[in-house]
């Protein structure tokens, strides 16, 4: 069992930042892939981001490759999404989620990874 805490959602003005955190406990943080999803009201749940167990592998959707950064801290078991130039179609609730099968996950789909945060809110203002 793997649980995910995410922090740092909030309210900002278009082109700011916000620094996502993603708190893992339950397994060895170090051994496994993570990645960031948002879902937007009415949307289906999109890819992010995902790094590798090491954090020397990273991947971006098109629309935040530039604007966006993960990062992981394996001694803190915590996974991070630093987000700039923020835009209001960035607004959505960001989850992290865990891929305790493999130490690499570059597939988009939500459904190769195993374990859910409970999100947070991200909201851009125009």
């Known amino acids: 069992q793997v649980q995910l805490v995410e922090s740092g959602g909030g309210l900002v003005q278009a082109g700011g930042s916000l620094r996502l955190s993603c708190a893992a406990s339950?397994?060895?943080?170090?051994?496994?892939?993570m990645g960031w999803f948002r879902q937007a009201p009415g949307k289906e749940r999109e890819f992010v981001a995902s790094?590798?167990?090491?954090?020397?592998?990273?991947y971006y959707a098109d629309s935040v490759k530039g604007r966006f950064t993960i990062s992981r801290d394996n001694a803190k078991n915590t996974v991070y999404l630093q987000m700039s130039s923020l835009k209001p179609e960035d607004t959505a609730v960001y989850y992290c989620?865990?891929?305790?099968?493999?130490?690499?996950?570059?597939?988009?789909?939500?459904?190769?990874?195993?374990?859910w945060g409970q999100g947070t809110q991200v909201t851009v203002s125009s």
């Open positions: 989620a865990a891929d305790v099968n493999f130490g690499t996950n570059s597939n988009p789909s939500p459904s190769g990874y195993d374990y």
């Open positions: 339950g397994r060895t943080f170090s051994s496994y892939a």
């Open positions: 790094i590798s167990w090491s954090g020397r592998s990273t």
